[in-house]
């Protein structure tokens, strides 16, 4: 499986590019899956549902399934803020993994970046970002030798994920 990360900062664009190219991915047939870092408090459950009562009952985890689709809810008893290599190891089998909002992980990362977001660039410190993807290449904060990706052009994001053959090949941290 290929893991990429997808880094920048709130309102670069992250979502809708990870968007874009799971659909191109799929194209492509590629088998996509996501990890995502939620900042805030969250919930996929809805109180009166049998699996929000469960949960609320006390129950570790509550997996719901159907002939559709699989969820499973896990409660931590005290707060934690998993690894994006353990949510990683969550998943199913895929050929790719692509990872929104854990920035500061240790995995190939593409950074997302427009100058309207006032926001500094990440990619002059973060040794792990490999490219970066932006609609303002004149604006740059730093020059770089790294490929710069039109945020605009999905297709071309997806044909150099799949150009860069087994250089996002992930491999779990020992």
Not at 37 to 55: V, Y
Not at 106 to 129: F, S, V
Not at 143 to 154: E, F, K, R, Y
């Amino acid at each position: 499986m290929n893991v990429i990360g997808f880094c920048g900062f709130s309102g670069s664009g992250k979502t809708t590019l990870v968007e874009q190219l799971i659909a191109h991915l799929k194209l492509h047939g590629q088998r996509v899956s996501v990890v995502k870092h939620a900042h805030h408090a969250f919930d996929i459950d809805h109180e009166g549902k049998d699996s929000w009562r469960h949960r609320h009952a006390g129950a570790f985890e509550v997996v719901i399934a159907s002939d559709r689709r699989l969820a499973k809810i896990r409660e931590f008893e005290t707060r934690a803020d998993p690894t994006v290599h353990e949510l990683i190891a969550e998943l199913g089998g895929c050929d790719w993994v692509l990872v929104e909002g854990f920035k500061r992980a240790a995995l190939p990362k593409i950074e997302i970046w427009r100058a309207t977001t006032n926001q500094p660039a990440q990619y002059p410190q973060d040794r792990h970002i490999v490219a970066i993807c932006t609609d303002s290449v004149l604006l740059l904060p730093e020059p770089t030798v790294l490929p710069v990706l039109d945020l605009n052009d999905a297709e071309a994001v997806t044909n150099f994920l799949l150009a860069s053959g087994q250089r996002f090949a992930y491999v779990k941290p020992s």
